[in-house]
């Protein structure tokens, strides 16, 4: 399971990967500084969509897998 401090580790990663500042991704994922700053803290109330919204910004994709079902 993906835990809120792993996405914010891997919205970070990607950001300083891909030279931004957390004002230019703010601006590019149409969200405020403070999202981004809390997002990438791990914080666990975190908007879904707004942080759906950054990783898309980034490039990332967030797959979700559905474990096999046992009959």
Do not use: C, W, Y
Not at 9 to 34: E, F, H, P, S, Y
């Amino acid at each position: 399971m993906l835990t809120a401090n792993e996405l914010g580790t891997a919205i970070r990663t990607a950001r300083k990967a891909q030279g931004l500042r957390q004002d230019q991704l703010a601006g590019a994922a149409g969200v405020g500084v403070r999202f981004i700053v809390d997002l990438e803290a791990g914080k666990p109330t975190t908007h879904l969509g707004k942080a759906l919204a950054v990783a898309a910004a980034l490039g990332l994709r967030i797959i979700i897998e559905q474990p096999s079902v046992r009959r």
